[in-house]
């Protein structure tokens, strides 16, 4: 998928970006495609040194309404995490309101290893349980991730956060749906009826009463792995849609249009870490969670415009699960 929303540098302009950032100008680039939200380029630079430079799209394009600063969430959140032992690539140097930019920029240590989700699940390099294994080491990196703890709720760069878990979620989804009205959205049912049931099922939130950090982007496109020797992971990358929240939402992006279960050797390396029950009123906050990300796949689209042959299965994928999981938020 391509995306409208992103911004385009020159050669020149790279250059001139990296030696004002980081002193030394730029000896090869090359543009990575995979995101859709930031521009993304490798550079390769006069002192020899490899690094990722992320810029923000102009403030003039077309975003979702939790778009908004997202690379200073991911700066940082390059910081916290590091700190608390995850694997990331290191944050090199950071621009916010740039005045030649217009808008912000962050340079990331370039990663050696390779994306998992290029990796076969079976035979090769992950043949007698390497997945499951790699997938056990990642539950405890996910709940060293979210025992980082903050002050607020929500969105800060974004400016949508609420004094409770519950007043935040709210108000992130209640962003997502408002955001049909610039982009009108195919939806399973009205957003008014959305959003009053995801109301009525949000008293389950209570039981959160601090903000923990939580990364929501954790596919295995976002996560690197080192192949040399025994498979483990290098580094977990793009924390730009990190929110303050729920801990328990971390589980809903690497099980996407799938349930939680028992056996999953993530939710075991978790449990090696932090204790983690999935009682009845957690699996009601893992449905809220499930519908505010299938509501991102769907309401994303508006400001992207993805091109139909390679978004209609995320699409139908996404209508479906989200309506499945509305329907049992319905239930008494």
Not at 8 to 23: F, K, M, T, Y
Not at 72 to 93: D, F, K, N, Q, T
Not at 98 to 107: C, T
Not at 199 to 212: I, K, M
Request: include cysteine; glycine fraction near 8%.
């Amino acid at each position: 998928m391509d995306s409208r929303t992103k911004r385009r540098l020159s050669p020149a302009e790279l250059d001139d970006l990296a030696r004002r950032a980081l002193g030394t100008g730029v000896a090869a680039s090359a543009e990575l495609t995979d995101g859709y939200a930031n521009a993304v380029w490798r550079l390769t630079l006069d002192d020899g040194r490899a690094v990722v430079l992320k810029v923000a799209p102009p403030p003039e394009l077309e975003q979702l309404s939790y778009e908004r600063h997202l690379l200073r969430m991911e700066a940082a959140v390059c910081e916290l995490a590091a700190s608390a032992g995850v694997p990331v690539a290191g944050l090199v140097a950071t621009g916010f309101d740039d005045p030649v930019l217009g808008g912000d920029y962050l340079v990331l240590g370039a990663l050696d290893g390779v994306s998992w989700n290029a990796v076969p699940a079976s035979g090769g390099p992950l043949a007698a349980g390497g997945h499951d294994e790699l997938r056990r080491e990642l539950g405890r990196h996910l709940a060293r991730f979210n025992a980082v703890t903050g002050e607020v709720f929500g969105y800060p760069h974004a400016g949508i956060t609420g004094a409770t878990w519950r007043e935040a979620y709210l108000a992130m989804a209640g962003a997502l749906l408002a955001d049909t009205l610039r982009y009108p959205t195919p939806l399973p049912m009205p957003a008014e009826r959305i959003a009053a049931v995801l109301a009525g099922a949000a008293p389950a939130l209570d039981e959160v009463t601090t903000p923990h950090l939580v990364h929501f982007d954790v596919w295995q496109g976002n996560v690197f792995l080192d192949l040399t020797g025994t498979p483990r992971i290098q580094a977990i990358i793009d924390h730009e849609r990190a929110f303050w929240g729920d801990p328990l939402a971390e589980f809903v992006t690497p099980t996407i249009f799938g349930e939680l279960c028992e056996d999953d050797p993530l939710l075991a390396g978790y449990r090696e870490v932090t204790p983690l029950e999935l009682t009845p009123r957690a699996l009601v906050r893992l449905d809220l969670y499930r519908a505010y990300l299938y509501l991102i796949l769907l309401v994303e689209n508006g400001p992207r415009q993805y091109p139909e042959d390679e978004y209609r299965r995320v699409r139908d994928l996404a209508t479906v699960a989200l309506t499945e999981v509305l329907g049992r938020l319905r239930l008494p």
